[in-house]
């Protein structure tokens, strides 16, 4: 039987906390399954999710695509094939490995030209890097797009986080559009983070996309955010840990 790891990206618009949830969602898996190997994949440019599990990070994807493109611009192709060819071996080195999971970060877009080759040639490492693994935990940027172009176009949970804002619930449904087209994906569900007060839960218009779950403002998660607390150790009781375990069980992941 074929093994297949369980890809669950996490997206919506910037600032609605999806690196919280991210991160809860690996602290959730480390504790329920210890024998399992679980990867976080670091997708968004601001690098957040590192902080976020206590991660030093040396080395990330654009890296090593950066030392490519600068090969091929400087004309030494031959050393451009030999780095293309020893990115796996590179993404190994990008690899932080802790005693519950593994991290790694795609880090910042090279802004000038096109390099679709290299791009399609490191989504297609990270793909086989992914399936070593059990659990992908994938922390996107605010569309869903850079994660089709640069990190993988197949995932099989799609959650799609909101704020109590009609903004919000406007990004996650624009999401959830371009999602239709461009990533495949087995199941998706949004989830309202951060609502202020549960009276305006009715409010809430995720149009046709499931909400696995309400969350409510988390003062824990506050505090630990100031201090530059791990999120791994987040207090089981707190709401944001409470809300995503729910919404995982809502996904069958838990």
């Known amino acids: 039987m074929e093994h297949k790891a369980k890809i669950i990206a996490v997206a919506g618009k910037g600032g609605v906390g ?6 809860t969602v690996v602290k959730l898996l480390t504790e329920k399954y210890p024998d399992k190997r679980i990867l976080a994949i670091d997708a968004d440019p601001a690098v ?27 004309g030494k192709v031959r050393a451009a094939i030999e780095t293309l060819g020893d990115a796996r071996f590179k993404m190994f080195d990008a690899l932080v490995e802790t005693d519950k999971f593994a991290f790694i970060a795609v880090g910042r877009p090279e802004s000038a030209g096109c390099y679709c080759k290299i791009n399609a040639y490191l989504k297609e490492v990270i793909s086989v890097l992914s399936s070593d ?13 850079q994660i089709n172009r640069r990190v993988m176009e197949k995932v099989t949970h799609l959650i799609l986080v909101t704020d109590a804002s009609k903004k919000g619930c406007g990004v996650i449904k624009t999401v959830k559009e371009v999602a239709d087209c461009l990533v495949m994906y087995e199941k998706t569900g949004a989830i309202v983070n951060r609502i202020p007060d549960k009276s305006i839960i009715p409010l809430i218009d995720t149009g046709d996309i499931p909400v696995l779950s309400y969350i409510m403002s988390d003062k824990n998660l506050a505090s630990f955010d100031i201090e530059g607390k791990n999120i791994l150790e987040l207090p089981n009781i707190s709401p944001i840990v409470c809300g995503v375990r729910t919404a995982l069980e809502n996904l069958s992941i838990l």
Do not use: C, H, P, Q
Not at 133 to 145: H, K, M, P, R, T
């Open 133 to 145: 693994f059990d659990y992908v935990v994938i922390d996107g940027e605010a569309g869903i797009e």
């Open 18 to 23: 999806k690196t919280s949830i991210s991160g």
């Open 48 to 74: 957040g999710l590192s902080t976020a599990l206590g991660i030093d990070v040396k080395m990330t994807i654009d890296d090593i695509r950066k030392e490519f493109v600068n090969e091929v611009e400087n």
